[in-house]
């Protein structure tokens, strides 16, 4: 055995190695045949030497798989050009780009990319697979350079991880876009809104998800493009034409500012550009006016008036509008005025007809426009001087003397002229010369003036019912109505649909921007006129009659809703308190649902005792103050850096919010003196004459207050300095605290996440503000779109995942609160939030059967106080809203109040399927089989065939 393995294993070995160096001698024989381009010596038609140009074509590929691959595509591409035929180019490629067509859809069978020449890529088509593989440039059309270009645009290089190329092709589908119709906002917009209305309370929960599905996207895609272009826009607003990126259109309109238009988006500046408003304040207060028209003509969901899609962009203090493009020209106009009562259109009997149903669900007046003539323009004259108000901090008495002067040196100008006194305190005449689609500027900006005061009496028209050059509008006089290339009604320009309050002197044509809100009007006992104290009425014989019902509606306003609220307002607060949420109070909202502008707060905190809640509604005074004085600064750095950088801005925000929040004495003297100024400058009886002594220091604490807990300031002590002169006492931590989280969410600033020292002189450095934040206000029914979706997603892993469910109704309640916030009475915001509350409790007692809701559990107070707001909010009493508070109370086990809206729901509509069928159920519960069965039965017949599901009703 030993002399045979002696012999054996030398054999065994040197086969071993033998076999080793054959494998080695084939492949390198391979890897040079491979090199060669399976050639031998000679290479074949061209006759280049293995050593020429062919291998120096070829020494940068690395696998021989992709050099057959791409052989074969240029030989398939040449003949394709021949024979004028669409281009496929097979690839490791999961995207196809169809011939003729704005679609991108997934691969076919044949992992193919189908190219045509209308590639906007002058040049070429450049592909990519990110993370996976580089990439390919191929040519589209033939040119001389082709074949020059395709040697350079071979294979670049093998990624580092590289899977098969078609392994993901039968699980990757992408879905298929539509990239023209992604930029029509318009289109999609519509198509979402037509949608919606179609809604009823028994519409399947697919079409629901589908519909909010699509109006979500189109509002993050929307949002995203006003954001990003808008940013560029307001950061270059100071560069010279020629370096703006974004450059500004001519279009007609005085109270729209500056004008740009950018992939199908209309942006308007928000600032005073014609000197009509004053000041930029007001000019941005005018811009929040027009979305809030917007959205009362949408919440009367009529038909066949369309509206565009619309958005607020508010950044380093400048703000803008955003708006999609509609399918109108100047042409196309049927309602109202776009040249600024030049002509003054109504001459569609179908459009007027419409204007009129939304005239009366806004409790709007109707009221007669004259034209414009060059015979009438003296009627029209400009006062010897109008004064633009400053910019806060200001008391306009401060100027009377400055104003003395400028008019006994000969300053002011001829008796046409005005003079404006703006934000840097140096006047400039205004040019009389600027046109506006054929009418002058200085005529233009009379007709927005008020014509008279307060004290005037009627004028004497000579009235002409047949006179042609009178119309008779339902809306102000600039709310342009359209009939669109696509033969729909549109209405735009809505910054004057509400009507104005009685004008304040101080505030230069105030009935522009300090209008009354859409719920104080729609509750308003008689229908007010929109064109009020404007001079679009010169010329209806009413006028008289028109103003005097604004200044008897802001009267009722002022001395008796207010004073009946300040109670309701001081119960609401003492209920928040005693159960332990006054941190939680939504203070505008609330003041909103009523028809109380924020501007009241004043006369609200004069009608009120309670120490606490006078603090609270001084915080929020003085945040929208501070908020006011930031933006101003902002846009004053910007008039001198003129350059779209970033830490100037830094630099002056850490400055002013450590003036104002830091414990010095600087801070005490700016909040006695300026910030007490603008208090009782912008919000009437803001201060108490007490507090109005510059002895009295605002940042101290009010004597005997009743202390609110703070979720921020338990660790810091609650001890500061005072200064000088003003009374002992402790600096108020919690409500500044509470100051500069409303200012920072009002401006959207973004810090670090970390609690800090307002006892410190410098409570903020160059580290904790991490961006100045944009701030979007959009419409509320993105917002709502938005709870639906989270809402839905709750309702997705209830089963699976109730942690998650109940984080998700969280988020839900959020959007819906933030929808509330343009629209406090929205029937079916409200009626949501309610919903979604009791969702989050019934996941509290999801195995526990027959359980009751309990009165302590904060979310059922909740739920009930939204359910009951859906109730009162118009139209009232409707059924479905009815029907589900019926439900909430027999959760709640109040069976006999639940009986009585469960019949008071089917009194309004005796076919609310669900209703019959829950009020069904609930007698059968009660052993009423026989009565029960009855309603089973009309329930069946009136969902004709549709299976009744609670959990999926919404």
């Not at 892993?797 to 998700?808: G, I």
Request: proline residues 4%; charged residues 25%; contains cysteine.
């Amino acid at each position: 055995f030993h002399s045979t393995m002696k012999v054996t294993v030398p054999v065994a070995a040197a086969s071993a190695v033998t076999f080793g160096l054959t494998v080695v001698l084939l492949a390198a024989a391979y890897r040079r045949f491979v090199l060669k381009g399976g050639r031998g010596k000679s290479s074949g038609r061209d006759g280049l030497s293995s050593s020429g140009s062919s291998k120096s074509l070829l020494h940068s590929r690395r696998k021989s798989y992709w050099d057959n691959r791409l052989d074969e595509e240029k030989l398939r591409i040449r003949r394709a050009r021949i024979l004028e035929k669409p281009i496929i180019v097979t690839r490791p490629q999961i995207v196809r780009v169809a011939e003729s067509s704005d679609s991108i859809s997934s691969l076919d069978d044949s992992n193919s990319l189908q190219m045509s020449s209308s590639d906007e890529r002058e040049g070429g088509y450049v592909t990519k697979n990110l993370k996976l593989y580089h990439y390919y440039d191929v040519e589209i059309k033939g040119r001389e350079s082709d074949a020059k270009a395709y040697e350079k645009n071979l294979y670049r290089g093998y990624s580092s991880f590289n899977p098969s190329p078609y392994a993901d092709a039968p699980l990757f589908k992408q879905a298929e876009i539509n990239v023209k119709r992604l930029g029509d906002w318009n289109r999609r917009f519509q198509d979402c809104i037509a949608q919606l209305r179609t809604f009823t309370p028994s519409t399947s929960i697919q079409d629901r998800i589908e519909t909010n599905l699509n109006l979500l996207h189109l509002a993050q895609d929307f949002i995203y493009a006003a954001t990003t272009y808008g940013k560029i826009i307001i950061s270059e607003y100071y560069l010279p034409y020629e370096k703006k990126t974004i450059k500004p259109c001519s279009l007609p309109g005085l109270m729209g500012g500056q004008k740009y238009m950018v992939h199908n988006i209309l942006f308007k500046f928000a600032v005073d550009y014609n000197e009509l408003f004053g000041n930029d304040y007001s000019a941005a207060k005018a811009a929040g006016n027009e979305l809030r028209g917007l959205i009362s003509y949408f919440n009367c969901a009529i038909k066949n008036l369309n509206l565009p899609l619309m958005a607020l962009v508010d950044y380093r203090g400048f703000r803008l509008i955003a708006l999609s493009i509609l399918p109108v020209t100047p042409e196309t106009i049927i309602y109202g005025s776009c040249d600024a009562g030049r002509n003054i259109h109504a001459t569609n009997d179908d459009f007027n007809e419409e204007m009129q149903r939304a005239a009366k669900m806004l409790n709007l007046k109707a009221h007669k426009v004259r034209l414009v003539h060059n015979d009438n323009l003296h009627v029209l004259a400009a006062p010897k001087a109008q004064f633009n108000q400053t910019e806060s901090p200001v008391v306009f008495a401060k100027y009377q003397a400055k104003i003395s002067s400028l008019e006994s040196s000969g300053e002011l100008g001829s008796s046409t002229g005005s003079v404006i006194i703006h934000g840097d305190r140096s006047p400039s005449s205004s040019s009389d010369s600027a046109a506006n689609g054929g009418i002058s500027l200085r005529t233009s900006q009379h007709l927005y003036m008020a014509p008279h005061s307060d004290e005037d009496e009627p004028m004497s028209h000579e009235e002409d019912e047949d006179d042609e050059n009178v119309q008779l509008l339902w809306s102000p006089a600039d709310l342009e109505g359209h009939l669109g290339k696509d033969k729909k009604f549109y209405l735009l320009d809505f910054s004057r649909v509400l009507p104005p309050e009685t004008p304040n002197k101080n505030f230069k044509n105030a009935h522009l921007s300090r209008l009354l809100r859409p719920e104080f009007v729609q509750g308003y006992s008689k229908p007010l006129c929109s064109d009020a104290f404007s001079g679009f009425i010169r010329g209806d014989p009413d006028e008289y009659e028109h103003n005097q019902d604004i200044r008897e509606a802001t009267q009722h306003l002022k001395t008796v809703l207010i004073p009946k609220f300040a109670k309701d307002l001081n119960k609401l607060l003492q209920d928040a308190r005693d159960q332990g949420r006054l941190e939680e109070f939504r203070l505008t909202e609330t003041i909103h649902t009523v028809g109380i502008n924020c501007r009241y707060m004043g006369l609200l905190r004069y009608q009120i005792d309670d120490l606490e809640f006078k603090e609270i509604i001084l915080a929020e005074m003085l945040a929208r103050v501070i908020k006011n004085n930031i933006r101003f600064k902002l846009r004053e750095m910007m008039k001198q850096v003129k350059l779209p950088i970033e830490e100037p801005y830094r630099r002056l925000l850490i400055d002013y919010l450590n003036l104002v929040f830091g414990s010095t004495k600087e801070s005490d003297a700016y909040w006695n003196k300026w910030l007490k100024e603008d208090l009782t400058m912008n919000f009437e009886n803001a201060l108490s004459d007490k507090e109005i002594s510059p002895e009295f220091n605002l940042k101290v604490r009010l004597p005997a207050p009743a202390v609110t807990k703070s979720k921020l300031s338990s660790d810091i002590s609650n001890v500061g300095p005072t200064s000088a002169g003003a009374s002992a006492g402790p600096i108020k931590l919690d409500f500044v605290r509470s100051v500069f989280h409303r200012v920072r969410n009002m401006m959207g600033l973004v810090f670090v996440p970390r609690t800090f020292l307002f006892t410190l002189d410098k409570p903020f450095d160059d580290t904790d503000l991490e961006s100045i934040g944009e701030r979007v206000k959009h419409m509320n029914i993105v917002a709502h779109a938005q709870g639906f979706f989270y809402h839905i997603k709750g309702l997705s892993c209830r089963v699976e995942d109730p942690t998650s469910a109940k984080k998700f109704y969280e988020i839900a309640i959020a959007k819906f609160e933030e929808a509330l916030d343009s629209n406090p009475n929205n029937k079916e915001i409200l009626l949501s939030i309610a919903l979604t509350y009791v969702l989050s409790i019934e996941e509290d007692f999801k195995n526990v059967p027959n359980a009751k809701f309990s009165a302590d559990d904060p979310r059922v107070r909740k739920a009930e106080e939204y359910a009951l707001r859906a109730i009162s909010a118009e139209p009232k009493y409707d059924s479905w809203s009815l029907f589900r508070y019926a439900q909430f109370l027999e959760h709640c086990g109040r069976f006999e109040s639940a009986e009585d809206y469960y019949l008071l729901a089917l009194e309004a509509d005796s076919n609310n399927t669900g209703a019959l069928h829950c009020y069904g159920d609930f007698l059968s519960d009660r052993g009423l089989d026989e009565e029960a069965e009855e309603f089973y039965l009309r329930s069946s017949k009136t969902t004709e065939g549709y299976k009744y599901r609670p959990d999926y009703y919404y």
